[in-house]
């Protein structure tokens, strides 16, 4: 039991190269979430899904484009990358009523 | 603004003595409070909760204490140990079932032997 997983797990990219984000869960949760945190500026909420097939804007979706592709899987895009958007970004899932479970993170860099 | 605040980016304790890690929030439609740990290059992990109609919730060495009228909660461990040094962030629900969680910016705890 795996848990919540990303890929990769560190990646630099240059300003206006695109790449997708990886995450997986085998806890058969129906919701999964991307945040991104920043120094000083805690965890914040990129895109959410409340079951395969929905997603929903958070807090900081400027720049992001999400899939969900099976209730396991939930992608989130970079179609062009900016020096702000240098993070490092969690994927978490959760079932009903449940707590939000982690995957590791995956370091980004854009120069 | 900020709906989850943690005013002290960091606390330093000594092993064995009490940490306190507080953590104010504004939006009174807040009735679910969580804390996560999170060591470095790892992701957050859950470590205890409290429902807003109680005012404690305790879990081993860690308490939790709410108090909503001044809308302020606060994490408790005592005796700390040196492999409790990590960041805490304080996280809140919002009423009507969302799921989005509201995180503080979190409190980097250093418990020296």
């Known amino acids: 039991n795996a848990g919540v997983t990303q890929t990769p797990k560190f990646q630099v990219l240059k300003t206006g190269q695109s790449m997708t984000l990886q995450c997986a869960q085998d806890m058969n949760h129906n919701s999964m979430y991307w945040y991104r945190q920043d120094p000083g500026m805690g965890l914040r909420l990129i895109y959410y899904?409340?079951?395969?097939?929905?997603?929903d804007k958070g807090e900081v979706p400027n720049g992001y484009n999400v899939s969900r592709l099976n209730k396991r899987e939930f992608s989130l895009r970079l179609e062009s990358a900016a020096p702000s958007q240098t993070s490092v970004y969690f994927c978490a899932s959760s079932g009903w009523g449940d707590t939000q479970y982690f995957g590791p993170g995956t370091r980004l860099t854009v120069l | 603004d900020q709906q989850v605040k943690q005013n002290s980016p960091s606390l330093s304790v000594q092993e064995g003595r009490i940490s306190i890690l507080n953590c104010d929030y504004t939006?009174?439609?807040?009735?679910?409070f969580l804390w996560y740990k999170k060591y470095p290059a790892e992701g957050p992990t859950f470590l205890i909760s409290i429902s807003s109609i109680k005012d404690k919730n305790e879990d081993g060495r860690f308490t939790v204490f709410l108090n909503k009228s001044a809308k302020h909660l606060s994490l408790h461990i005592v005796p700390s140990q040196p492999g409790d040094s990590a960041v805490y962030f304080c996280?809140?629900?919002?009423?009507?079932?969302?799921?989005?969680?509201?995180f503080g910016k979190g409190t980097k705890l250093t418990v020296n032997p």
């Open positions: 899904s409340a079951s395969e097939g929905t997603t």
């Open positions: 939006n009174s439609m807040f009735d679910y």
């Open positions: 996280a809140a629900l919002p009423q009507g079932g969302s799921e989005k969680l509201v």
